[in-house]
């Protein structure tokens, strides 16, 4: 075993590359991984914190305490009124699909320009708490919209498949501010304003995004505008920087 730890971890990534560094066979590794004597450890990049990084995620972490609660029996308040929002690119197909075809099926046919460029389309997904009754019963469930990032055009030429003037939609790729900002705007406060719990109308609702370059500042003008009407009280938070343990949607959707 001792030999094992003193190899370099880039020599001790699979059980092939021990062997060959050991000069022993693989099943003697096999039959010492099932005795317990070495074990399998996926290991995950961290990012790279930095002093302020860590300040700031501790102050973070601090400000999600519950008042009422401070400073003998400190408990975090139940973030109701927190709706968390994230992107995610996704592509439109892959390389290879498994299909279950009968017999006398005819194999399907996909086609793309090229394989090496598949189109990707970004979605933006809100989500809150849910909520629950005394008797267990759902009264909200939460999920407020997955929004696809598209653009609707006009087709320039005729083809096969459709005529010139029929209306396309087409993903944005390229995602800026306006983008993000619009969507915001134009969908996700909709529904909003739609789904809210009635009881909650008026009481301050935060939504937290990350720190990305597209999404639009947390005193932006045009947003507080829209996100005050109908007796709403919507602002934008940002979680601290570097902190992805702390992102809802990547760890529990996306």
Not at 9 to 16: A, Y
Not at 131 to 148: H, L
Request: aromatic share 8%; charged share 25%.
């Amino acid at each position: 075993m001792n030999k094992i730890r003193e190899l370099p971890l880039r020599q001790r990534t699979t059980i092939r590359s021990i062997a060959y560094a050991l000069n022993i066979s693989k099943s003697t590794l096999h039959r010492y991984r099932r005795l317990g004597h070495i074990r399998r450890h996926s290991n995950a990049i961290k990012p790279l914190l930095k002093e302020e990084n860590k300040r700031a995620r501790l102050q973070f972490c601090l400000s999600m305490l519950d008042g009422a609660s401070l400073p003998h029996d400190p408990i975090f308040s139940r973030m109701h009124n927190i709706i968390y929002i994230d992107e995610k690119w996704f592509y439109m197909t892959k390389k290879y699909e498994n299909y279950y075809l009968v017999c006398d099926e005819e194999k399907p046919m996909r086609t793309c320009k090229s394989k090496s460029f598949i189109e990707k389309v970004m979605f933006l997904a809100a989500i809150a708490r849910p909520r629950f009754d005394a008797n267990g019963n759902e009264t909200f469930s939460g999920k407020i919209g997955v929004f696809p990032l598209v653009t609707q055009v006009p087709a320039k030429r005729n083809n096969i498949n459709r005529a010139a003037g029929t209306v396309e939609t087409k993903p944005i790729t390229s995602v800026t501010k306006q983008v993000i900002k619009s969507c915001l705007i134009k969908q996700v406060l909709h529904a909003i304003m739609e789904k809210w719990p009635s009881e909650d109308i008026g009481s301050p609702i935060f939504i937290q995004q990350d720190n990305a370059r597209t999404h639009i500042d947390c005193d932006d003008e045009d947003f507080r505008l829209a996100a005050s009407q109908s007796g709403f009280d919507i602002r934008l938070m940002c979680k601290s920087a570097n902190s992805p343990n702390l992102n809802i949607l990547d760890l529990g959707y996306f």
